[in-house]
């Protein structure tokens, strides 16, 4: 019967050709109900026909049909189809309205599969472009931060190239990955996020005194390639990507050409150019306090080398300062410097330009795309240059084969600052500089008493304890070059309508290569008062190369079977294969000797043996999998999926897994009265899933082994050879040869609803994740002979809702729309059970305070020394001295996940205006400042001079008496004593919550009508601004809480005195041809 | 029909494709191999390994506790690190680093060579963990108390939460296993360590000496907690007619001035950017400098102030003034960074001169009949002396002062008042973690004072560590922590 049909159909056809000798021409232009400016691009088809053409640029069109032709058919992506019966005129003028729902519909899924959202059982969300690009973020993690319920964003510092993090739903992994997994156009790119020790021999956390952000690799791609981002909120939604899903993925389509329909004729090519730049500033400074300067030992010593505030209050008077030098000394007003730390940073200038050229005809497209970002960071000497070219292109081949390649390659050189604390540190430099100090004035390093001297082995600084910040930046060098070329090559071949068979192969190469050049010198004072103070440092020189390929490959075959009217089905089985190699080359001159020679950075320099590792990580993995979805009269739907992996690193037996998943949805406003759905619920869904997720384990993990010996105190190591002996000790990790695959099973159920003709619509979900059987370095006291195990244990929930809500309150017949959106996600998380006889498992922090996953709290739990208090929560004193006393054992002190995740935005639209504003906010959660610690320390915190530094009684402070007792204290306490001894780390740990303008831009598209005699096709100009503002917790007056020292890990809630995070506003023009 | 048959070729060609990768060889999935690690090391890598291990404990993270509990050294006022050890408020993360370095690097790795060293009839290896191990065990026991023993090191057989032993008991049982280290020594076993021996070259002779003076070391601790098993001991290796270690013969670890391979402490003052913490303490310089002692020691164990006196930090006084004038630590200590002499330092395990007063001492309380007090007792100030590079004119006229003179007419807790206070001099900056342990024992010297910036009030001093935070956080069997101030097992004075 369907065979007749198609017939019937080619006679058709073959029959109107034949009648092309009587026809008419009808020409006309379609304009847009929002401005009412002509609309390009739509199809306009004699209804029943493949007879078509578009409208041009300015809407305009003309179409020869035969005379017997009844109606035209009007069409376009986002507008509502128009069928016009024609009558006798030639001249039809048509308004297209927008299609906000259809919009919506459709919806990139797991591997590139184009689905429609109604028919997905599970929570998704799709950010077109134009959102994504609303606050120019450089970086598309970050552009995501507020606009999609569920996702935890947390961005570094905001500047381009800086880490960032995405968490969906919670963390679920005790020790692994708990980030979303990054698609790019089907294929899985690396995000990695490398620290100084990751990927080599040692498994600790990150080094203190060595913090730099080299960013993570999600960040590589360019985000003006991008046409949209879905986000795969559950593993229900990712089951078909296999275990690295299980945390929810990011999937970014790139733009692509468009292609012509048949019958047009001619071909239209399109030229984009998109341009900005871009200022930033720092976000959020420490508060310091004016009060108290220079000095040690709370007002009684005044010591002009101290790097501490404790010294006299201001009073104005003009004093020496800094060192005496040829009998010269400086003088200068003993008064605060309010902004001195605000001076030493600079405006950040960013600029940012980008060419896309795309093009199509009947059977091909392609996109090509240039971007250039060329940024000087906030602190001075930073840079971060990022290139970006990009090819995708698409032909159908004579022989039912169709073929698509994208390709992106990325280069990016930056020289970046250090964080964390001691010489390379610029923050550590500027948080400790006394009040009264004027860094700004410490630029000029030939300066006798701001400089170092390398032929004389003498500095004039006035710190003993600090160094110049300039001399910091200008000699300890961080750069970093990265070159990536991710890609993906893909043959689809459909001669039948019932059977898809496509084969995609994805590759993703780069090399990131790290060098730190830190320079060698020991300086002795001039000035003999400062005697005995040399500034001492060994220099470095160390190359960190990373080197990644990864190949990813899968082969799918689709069935479309329509068994009834009423019921279709679609079966897809695929296979996959993907192998994943990490090289990573590290060199390092003697840890402890340094550089032989000054200022001469060569391996070939080391002042002793130089430290030398390379490692290499080889994984493989094959899955099978099939996708089954039916519907039934397009709203109930059903879809199953099953896989089975393979892994690599897993024992023999266990290597191979399987699990699978069930989703179902029901759009019920399908059944309702059609009057109903026009005036009250146009869409209504509810959705159901359940999922199980299997996952492998690191690489390397099943044996015992030993390793070259590394004996490391904590400050100072030994290091073999020793002289000419060799060493080598029994691995400190023990392997599991046992280990088996762990798994994630989730179940969600959601809601989407939709009003009054699309005016609100919510997006509701419940969800509860349990990961289970995880396998994780369980830490051993060391006691037991190893310092960790490798074994399959611990369960991990997350119990959550996630509700989007949009409305759009305006909507005038003037064009003027107003839409309101928010997203709101809690999540409860709790580590559910570890291993008997262990309840905690540390994941990161350094001695004294711990982030942990401890059973029964929230993972990412801090423990700290503490206030001791009573049973009353009174803080117990020692009765001789006033002070607090500490805890003996590290105390529970929250945990970084917050409470609540929410975000506010708009959009306002009125002719060729835009305006577009998101809030986004977290509530609840801490993080250690270590900001405040060494600002408590050197007494530059406002809390420093509570009472004006006289002695006080601690508020309810109790001491204990013989018997175990506890009564009021009267002693007072001196403040620098627990300022600068006593305060312990649990005091450190702060409120996290925050609400931040997120994003802020007025744009204007100029009317087509201005440009018809411009080259131009259209041109917008728009200002715009994100992390434009921050609200803090009362007690965080000391960063923002979204800075962090430990990039996209686990150990989160971390500021070692990380980079300061910026603001960035900035002009946008972009122009098409 | 024709239809058909092309679907069959695409499901065929389908099928050949999922079956060609899938099918791929047999060990496709085989690549779980560390290439980054050794599968295997053998006893001559692992013996360094351990030494160097325990080295860098009593000659870092010890000596500096050590030092500064045994008033050799203070905390400087110009910098920080150290207050919370003046202040005898440690945290307990302060001792993670030398406990795991004492267990899974140093004693698990002996553990290693004694199974693998007895398996194939290297007995000598065999001989030198033992001796080690119950060197190590003693470190451990003496501070920590009772500590992970007789399940300790068994992660590997799934004991991964050690219960902790009495303290007695670790001394019983580190007791025999030296003996069974004693009776492994062979000095004419063929096979021997060389130089991946770092502390004797292989010299099993050195060794049999060093076993045996460990062992007069464990009974001598237990002088006042079981001073029967102490005499028993002693007595029986005085039957034995054992020999112990004598002039130039210290159990020691050399180190050059290569980064990475010089002497632990240096290296740890170096990475906190050459910072003089450590400061001389005048609990040391003012007995040294007494106008009856004159030890001319002193200019050795001692950098002298930048103003070039002699002149020592009141213990603990770390609040004073930045600029206060203090002398340092001596380049034998490894302890001054602005010289890199520093570096050469060696770590001492046991020296001669300890031997000798070890050995007086066991003479003086009448347990070591064959030895003779006051000749052991000017024989470990000679080797002290001769050690540090002073003549015999040196070493007679400091000998020959009547506070120094042995006290030959004197009680029994004088004698052991001179040679435990001359023993603490002879350990000055080179073991100060065994001076910190015969002064809780002994009560010598008896003019220790209480830190200026203590925390526990004018009269208590720290008597032990405290377990580290990882054995709190992961032990299951863990016990509870000890307060600072809670005396071990032998320390019943």
Not at chain 1, 83 to 95: A, F, Q
Not at chain 1, 552 to 569: A, H, Q
Not at chain 2, 32 to 44: G, I, K, M
């Amino acid at each position: 019967m369907r065979k007749a049909i198609t017939l019937f159909a080619l006679l058709l056809a073959i029959f109107s050709l034949q009648a092309s000798a009587q026809d008419r021409q009808i020409t006309g232009k379609v304009i847009s109900s929002q401005d009412n400016l002509g609309i390009p691009g739509v199809t306009v088809l004699q209804t029943g026909t493949t007879n078509a053409v578009v409208t041009d640029i300015d809407g305009k069109y003309s179409i020869t049909v035969p005379t017997t032709a009844k109606q035209l058919t009007f069409s376009s992506m986002g507008m509502k189809t128009q069928t016009v019966e024609l009558g006798t005129s030639n001249s039809i003028d048509i308004t297209m309205e927008m299609d906000a729902k259809k919009l919506e519909e459709v919806i990139v899924t797991a591997n590139a599969i184009t689905r429609e959202k109604r028919s997905l059982g599970y929570a998704t969300q799709q950010v077109t472009s134009t959102e994504l690009r609303n606050g120019q973020n450089t970086n598309v993690i970050s552009s995501l931060q507020g606009k999609v319920s569920g996702v935890n964003v947390s961005s570094n510092s905001g500047a381009p190239g800086s880490s960032n993090r995405i968490v969906i739903r919670g963390g679920t992994s005790l020790t692994g990955q708990n980030q979303a997994l990054i698609v790019v156009d089907g294929v899985p790119i690396n995000n990695s996020n490398f620290r100084t020790n990751d990927g080599r021999n040692s498994s600790t956390s990150d080094d203190l005194n060595n913090q730099v952000d080299y960013g993570n690799r999600g960040n590589d791609i360019n985000p003006d390639d991008i046409e949209s981002v879905s986000v795969l909120k559950g593993p229900a939604a990712a089951a078909l990507y296999g275990s690295r899903a299980s945390n929810g993925a990011i999937l970014i389509t790139t733009k692509s050409g468009k292609r012509v329909t048949a019958g047009a004729g001619k071909s239209k090519s399109d030229i984009t150019f998109n341009s900005s730049i871009t200022f930033s500033n720092v976000l959020m400074l420490p508060e310091f306090q004016n009060q108290f300067g220079q000095g040690d030992v709370d007002n009684v010593f005044n010591d002009r080398r101290e790097n501490f505030s404790w010294g006299l209050p201001f009073d104005g008077a003009l004093r020496p300062w800094g060192q005496e030098i040829n009998g010269q000394q400086r003088i200068k007003p003993y008064s605060a410097i309010e902004d001195n730390t605000k001076d030493f940073f600079e405006t950040g200038i960013t600029t940012t330009n980008n060419i896309a050229l795309s093009g199509g005809s009947e059977k091909s497209s392609y996109f090509l795309s240039i971007g250039a970002t060329n940024s000087n960071g906030i602190v001075p000497t930073s840079s971060y240059d990022k290139y970006n070219v990009r090819f995708n292109g698409s032909t159908d081949l004579s022989n039912h084969f169709s073929t698509s390649i994208n390709v992106n390659y990325t280069n990016i050189s930056s020289v970046l600052p250090s964080g964390g604390q001691k010489e390379a540190s610029i923050y550590d430099q500027l948080l400790q500089t006394p009040r009264d100090i004027p860094i700004v004035e410490s630029r000029d390093l030939d300066n006798v008493f701001n400089g170092y001297n390398d032929l004389t082995h003498t500095y004039g600084f006035y710190g003993a304890y600090a160094l110049n910040p300039y001399f910091t930046l200008n000699n300890f060098k961080n750069t970093n070059d990265v070159d990536r070329v991710i890609g993906n090559f893909t043959v689809s071949y459909n001669q039948f309508s019932w059977m898809t068979i496509t084969n995609r192969f994805g590759g993703d190469v780069y090399t990131d290569r790290r060098y730190q050049k830190w320079k060698k010198y020991n300086y002795a004072p001039i000035d003999p008062f400062y005697a005995g103070n040399d500034q001492i440092f060994q220099g470095k020189y160390s190359e960190d190369l990373y080197n990644n390929v990864g190949y990813n490959n899968d082969l799918m075959v689709t069935f479309k079977r329509t068994f009834s009217e009423k019921i279709k089905g679609t079966l897809l089985v695929g296979q996959n294969i993907r192998q994943n190699t990490l090289t990573n080359t590290f060199a390092q001159t003697n840890a402890q000797g340094g550089l032989s020679l000054p200022d001469y950075y060569n391996l070939q320099n080391s002042n002793g043996a130089a430290l030398v590792a390379n490692n290499l990580t080889k994984t493989r993995n094959m899955g099978y999998y099939a996708d089954l979805n039916l519907s039934y009269s397009n709203y109930l739907f059903l879809g199953i999926t099953g896989r089975n992996d393979k892994s690599s690193t897993l024992p023999t037996e266990n290597s191979s897994y399987f699990y699978s998943s069930v989703n179902g949805s029901f759009v019920f406003s399908e059944l309702l009265k059609e009057e109903t759905r026009d005036k009250i619920l146009s869409y209504g869904k509810i959705r159901a899933s359940y999922a199980k997720v299997g996952n492998d384990a690191r690489a390397y993990v099943t044996s015992d082994k030993y390793a070259k010996t590394t004996i490391d105190g904590g400050w100072g190591s030994t290091t073999f050879p020793l002289g000419t002996v060799v060493g080598y000790s029994v691995f400190d990790q023990l392997g599991n040869p046992d280990i088996k695959p762990e798994f994630t099973t989730a179940f969600e159920i959601g809601t989407e609803l939709s009003f009054f003709k699309d005016r609100i619509t919510i997006d509701f979900s419940y969800y509860q994740n349990k990961s289970t059987d995880q396998i994780i370095p369980l830490a051993l006291p060391a006691s037991a002979g190893y310092t960790s195990k490798i074994i399959n244990t611990g369960e991990v929930q997350n119990k959550g809702i996630e509700i989007g809500l949009r409305g759009t309150p305006i909507l005038t017949k003037s064009g003027l729309k107003v839409e309101l959106y928010g997203t709101y996600t809690k999540n409860t998380n709790e580590v559910v059970s570890l291993y008997e006889g262990v309840d905690q498992l540390v994941i990161g922090g350094f001695s004294g305070m711990a982030i942990v996953a401890q059973v029964g709290k929230e993972y990412g739990a801090f423990y700290a020394t503490d206030l001791l208090t009573d049973p009353s929560g009174n803080v117990v004193v020692d009765p001789s001295t006033g002070l607090p006393r500490l805890s003996t054992n590290l105390v529970y002190k929250g945990s970084y996940q917050p409470d609540f995740i929410a975000s506010f935005g708009t959009n306002v639209t009125y002719k060729g205006w835009t305006i577009n504003a998101l809030f986004d906010m977290k509530q609840g959660g801490k993080y250690y400042s270590r900001n405040k610690d060494l600002m408590d320390f050197v007494g530059t915190a406002m809390e420093t001079t509570t009472n004006n530094r006289e002695d006080y009684v601690w508020a309810n402070s109790v001491v204990e008496n013989p018997d175990g007792s506890f009564s009021p204290n009267t002693t007072p306490f001196h403040q620098y004593d627990y300022f600068t001894a006593v305060i312990p780390n649990g005091q450190h740990l702060i409120d996290a919550s925050y609400v931040k303008l997120r994003e802020l831009s007025i744009g204007y598209t100029f009317p087509s009508k201005w440009l018809a005699k411009t080259p131009f096709g259209s041109a917008s100009l728009g200002v715009f601004g994100n992390n434009l503002a921050i609200w803090t917790a009362e007690e965080n007056v000391y960063g923002d809480p979204e800075q962090n020292s430990s990039g996209s890990s686990n150990a989160q809630g971390f500021d070692y005195s990380s980079n300061f995070s910026q603001s960035n506003y900035g002009v946008n023009l972009k122009v098409t041809f | 029909m024709k239809k058909n048959k092309l679907t069959i070729k695409v499901l065929v060609l389908g099928a050949i494709l999922v079956g060609s990768v899938s099918s791929c060889k047999k060990d496709y999935f085989d690549i779980n191999t560390d290439p980054n690690y050794p599968a295997n090391a053998d006893v001559e890598q692992l013996l360094p390994s351990a030494e160097a291990a325990i080295a860098h404990v009593i000659g870092n993270n010890f000596q500096i506790v050590g030092g500064l509990y045994s008033q050799y050294w203070t905390q400087s006022p110009a910098s920080s690190q150290y207050k919370i050890y003046e202040q005898y408020s440690p945290a307990a993360s302060d001792f993670d680093f030398p406990w795991q370095i004492m267990y899974s690097d140093a004693l698990f790795d002996l553990k290693t060579i004694d199974t693998k060293a007895t398996a194939d009839g290297r007995l000598q290896y065999a001989a030198i963990s033992k001796i080690l191990t119950a060197y190590s065990f003693q470190v451990l026991t003496d501070n920590f108390g009772d500590i992970p023993y007789s399940q300790a090191l068994q992660g590997g057989e799934g004991v991964l939460s050690p219960k902790y032993d009495a303290q007695e008991a670790v001394y019983n049982g580190i007791i025999s296993t030296v003996k069974a280290g004693i009776a492994l020594c062979d000095e004419n076993a063929e096979v021997h360590p060389g130089s991946d021996d770092l502390i004797f070259g292989g010299d099993m002779y050195l060794w049999r000496k060093f076993g045996n003076t460990i062992l007069l070391k464990m009974y001598l601790r237990l002088s006042e907690v079981n001073p029967t098993l102490a005499q028993q001991g002693i007595s029986e290796l005085d039957v034995n007619a054992a020999e112990f270690l004598s002039y130039e013969e210290s159990a020691k670890i050399n180190y050059i001035s290569q980064g990475g391979n010089t002497n632990p402490l240096f290296s740890a003052i170096q990475e906190l950017g050459s910072t003089q913490n450590l400061v001389a303490s005048a609990t040391t310089i003012d007995y040294m400098s007494d106008a009856n002692i004159n030890d001319p020691r002193m200019e050795v164990l001692y950098q002298p102030a930048l103003n070039g006196s002699y002149v020592g930090l009141p213990q603990g006084l770390y609040t004073a003034s930045a600029s206060t004038p203090t002398a340092y630590p001596g380049l034998i200590t490894g302890g001054y960074a602005a010289d890199e002499t520093s570096a050469l330092a060696p770590v001492v395990f046991l020296s001669g001169s300890e031997s000798f007063f070890l050995q007086s001492e066991a003479a003086a309380r009448g347990w070591l009949a064959s030895a003779d007090a006051q000749l052991n007792y000017e024989a470990g100030i000679e080797e002290s002396f001769t050690t540090l590079g002073f003549t015999p004119t040196d070493i007679s006229d400091y000998i020959a002062q009547t506070a120094i003179a042995y006290p030959a007419a004197g009680t029994t807790q004088d004698k052991i008042k001179a040679i435990i206070t001359q023993k603490w001099l002879s350990l000055c900056g080179t073991e100060g973690i065994e001076a910190w342990a015969e002064w809780r024992r002994t009560g010598y010297p008896d003019f220790f004072v209480v830190s200026a910036n203590s925390l526990l009030g004018p009269t208590i001093f720290p008597a032990r560590l405290l377990y580290p935070s990882a054995e709190v956080t992961r032990n299951g069997n863990f016990p509870g922590q000890k307060l600072i101030y809670d005396k071990v097992w032998w320390d019943v004075n």
